[in-house]
């Protein structure tokens, strides 16, 4: 069987290239999109080439940049101007194929092999869309073209900004092996810091462990990621419009300032509990696994999850155990930079655990109570009902994603 061929296509520097558009000048100073500079609270969402000049990196506050750089332009972010040119740019990828995935707002696969007759190689078409993006949108993209998915993707992280990078059977050894593990897109700080530990330091590394080994150390997860840095990989390339059957529904707020008091914590959890419960009513599913996220100003990462008695769609039980797991990984009065909440392990009926025959709508008036306020948000939008905390104090979030 002849091998697929994907793109995965990146904006560079989306959110300062975007802002750029309508503000040539923006593109002749450093420049960076994020929170208030004002007061200097808030975070770096994303910076222009000039400002990259000067080490400034995505996520630090805006009071670090400006302290790199003290001449940095700081624009706010316009969440809708993006999510425009995304379908704009997406639009133009599915001219190629209707095989196209985004993947975030800026990044999208597409799966070609079907087009390369119509188009040419996965290279023209890479740096076909390459051009066409720069002059029909006024952003540059990278590309990376592959057989995987995950190559693909390391690809068009490889060069940038505005490059095609082609990773074959035969190059992709000499290309991505040197590169440190944590430099592939499935391993998080915690596994890279445990195959560091453990002398595996490139991907290269990795890819030449044997295979139990892998396991042992890692588990599962840790053997598929084995698997994709060999090119073992068929994940395909989902077609546009497609909607994936989550296996998880979460919601993370980075805040525009760190939170210490308990009040602001709980009010935060409060709101970012009630997005993933409606969601979770909306997919009509129960949920039998709550997890918690939080990360603290230098992003360091702790969480925790548990699996109830009971699958639920209620927010205020979703709230009340992500609290309880939280006070079990965060000290009071510990600075909280994000938040996630999320729920996973999906049933399509109500289920106890603790006695299936038992009826589970033991508490309908409270779930009928959020549906109710789940068809009012429907109706007149998502801020217009809350519970009583959601409000009570001014809004916690500047950047929300799911
Ligand atoms: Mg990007």
């Not at 076909?128 to 949108?137: A, D, N, S």
């Not at 996973?344 to 299936?356: E, G, I, K, R």
């Not at 959020?370 to 809004?395: S, Y």
């Amino acid at each position: 069987m002849n091998d697929r061929v994907i793109l995965h296509c990146d904006c560079n520097s989306f959110f300062a290239s975007a802002e750029s558009i309508d503000h040539p000048e923006y593109k002749t100073v450093p420049m960076a999109v994020g929170g208030d500079p004002k007061t200097r609270h808030g975070i770096v969402l994303a910076k222009n080439e000039l400002a990259k000049k000067y080490n400034i990196q995505t996520a630090e506050t805006i009071w670090s940049a400006m302290k790199k750089c003290p001449g940095l332009l700081v624009v706010p972010p316009h969440y809708e101007l993006y999510s425009k040119l995304s379908r704009k740019i997406n639009a133009i990828y599915q001219e190629y194929t209707d095989l196209v995935e985004p993947f975030s707002v800026d990044e999208s696969w597409l799966d070609v092999t079907a087009s390369q007759k119509l188009f040419g190689s996965g290279r023209e078409i890479a740096d076909t869309l390459r051009k066409r993006i720069e002059e029909e949108i006024g952003v540059t993209i990278s590309v990376g073209v592959s057989f995987t998915k995950t190559f693909a993707k390391m690809g068009s992280d490889y060069k940038k900004p505005n490059a095609t990078t082609v990773i074959t059977r035969e190059n992709f050894r000499e290309i991505l092996w040197p590169l440190p593990v944590e430099d592939m897109m499935f391993i998080g700080k915690n596994s890279a810091k445990m195959y560091h530990d453990r002398g595996i330091h490139t991907i290269g590394d990795l890819a030449k462990l044997d295979k139990d080994y892998v396991e042992r150390i890692s588990g599962k997860s840790g053997l598929d990621v084995w698997r994709k840095v060999n090119g073992i990989e068929d994940d395909p390339v989902m077609p546009a419009g497609y909607e994936y059957e989550a296996k998880s529904i979460s919601h993370m707020v980075t805040f525009d300032h760190n939170l210490t008091d308990p009040e602001e914590i709980r009010t935060g959890a409060l709101k970012i509990a009630d997005e993933v419960g409606s969601r979770l009513r909306k997919s009509g599913k129960y949920a039998f696994v709550v997890y918690v996220q939080w990360k603290d100003p230098d992003l360091k990462v702790k969480q925790k999850q548990r699996k109830l008695h009971d699958s639920t769609n209620r927010t205020k039980e979703i709230y009340t155990v992500a609290m309880k797991l939280l006070s079990e990984i965060h000290r009071p009065y510990e600075p909280v930079r994000m938040l996630t909440v999320g729920v996973s392990d999906f049933t399509d009926v109500p289920v106890s655990q603790a006695n299936l025959f038992e009826d589970p709508h033991t508490d309908e008036k409270q779930e009928k109570l959020e549906q109710t306020m789940d068809q009012i948000r429907a109706r007149f939008g998502k801020n217009v009902v809350g519970f009583a905390r959601t409000g009570k104090k001014k809004d916690t979030g500047n950047r929300e994603e799911s």
